[in-house]
């Protein structure tokens, strides 16, 4: 079981960068499949970016390809989200998954496919 437990979310400007983190205090985090949702108001639930055990494959939504990077860090139970160039349709609460499962970058689209969620941190991108 693990939780999880966000943070680097806070108020930006357009075209500014964060970096969110989310640690794990699974003592296996190496064997989740991790992921970044978000969730704007008013919107449903929606796909960032997906890591898979190793790191070795990384995936991302179309709307946040080539300005957001997925990274871990498996020594530190962490996974991070780098995000530069931020657009106001960016500000959303950042939430990070765990799955137990062995994603494909289809599957890891699906928010029922992980198992594990924290609660969630705030980024505005002001304009």
């Known amino acids: 079981q693990a939780q999880l437990v966000e943070s680097g979310g806070g108020l930006v400007q357009v075209g500014g960068s964060l970096r969110l983190s989310c640690t794990a205090s699974?003592?296996?985090?190496?064997?989740?499949?991790m992921g970044w949702f978000r969730q704007a108001p008013g919107k449903e639930r929606e796909f960032v970016a997906a890591?898979?055990?190793?790191?070795?494959?990384?995936y991302y939504a179309d709307s946040v390809k080539g300005r957001f990077t997925i990274s871990r860090d498996n020594t530190k139970n962490t996974v991070y989200l780098q995000m530069n160039s931020l657009k106001p349709e960016d500000t959303a609460v950042y939430y990070c998954?765990?799955?137990?499962?062995?994603?494909?970058?289809?599957?890891?689209?699906?928010?029922?496919?992980?198992?594990?969620w924290g609660q969630g941190t705030q980024v505005t991108v002001s304009s």
């Open positions: 998954a765990a799955s137990v499962l062995i994603l494909s970058g289809g599957s890891c689209r699906y928010a029922r496919n992980y198992a594990y």
């Open positions: 699974a003592r296996t985090f190496s064997s989740y499949s």
């Open positions: 890591i898979t055990r190793s790191g070795g494959n990384t």
